[in-house]
């Protein structure tokens, strides 16, 4: 007799945009997608019993994704927001961010928010991070595709300030920036994360949020978050 075929697991579809460390970002050597939320949707991926792929795409253009039924979820630091929460569905929040500000080492004028009516801010196209600079008084927005070139814009001199989530600042400037940039001032938002889902798939939801909570009883969920933010 012929041996029993094993079944093919089930593909997730994740997109994210992958150039958001230390949630999501590309391994220099292995290539791969590491971070927080790679290890979280893996995870999840896991409990539900399928196979996780990820595409990176811009972060404006994972709603339109979801809507296009291209991808099944998005994971990339995302902001439940009231706004895209009548386009998608999210998950149960996973994460407490917030946004902060990023300016050049030796600036000793820009401190808080309120510093910046007036000034040249970079963020990213489409983040809470421009929405918000866009209240600020009288300030220039530039809008840049990704958190790495709205910091390069602040290296070159380009602008005064980088707004963009607080987590994500700190990283940078522990890795990579800490010679020529600083975050000051208190966070400015509180937001949390969520794993973003076509709302004509409830099903995937409520899997997503059932693995969220296994995750969080079985240790699981906080050794990823000890493996990228524990001391
Ligand atoms: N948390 C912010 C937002 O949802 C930024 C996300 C990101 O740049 N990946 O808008």
Redesign the pocket.
Known sequence: AKPAETPKAKVLKVGS?TT?AP?EFQDEKSKEYVGFDMDLIRAIGKEMGVEVQIQSMG?DGLIPALEAGNIDVAI????ITAERAKKVDFSTPYYK?GLSMVVKVDNDTLKTFKDLEGKRIAV?I????AMEAKKIKDATIREFNN?PEAFMELKAGGVDAVVN?LPVNEYYIAQAGGKDAKVVGEPLTS?E?GIAISKKNTETTEKVNKAIEALKKNGEYERIYMKWFGK
């Open positions: 945009e958001f949630f972060f990339s630091g995302m902001t961010s990213q489409g983040t809470t991070g958190a989530d937001e994360y």
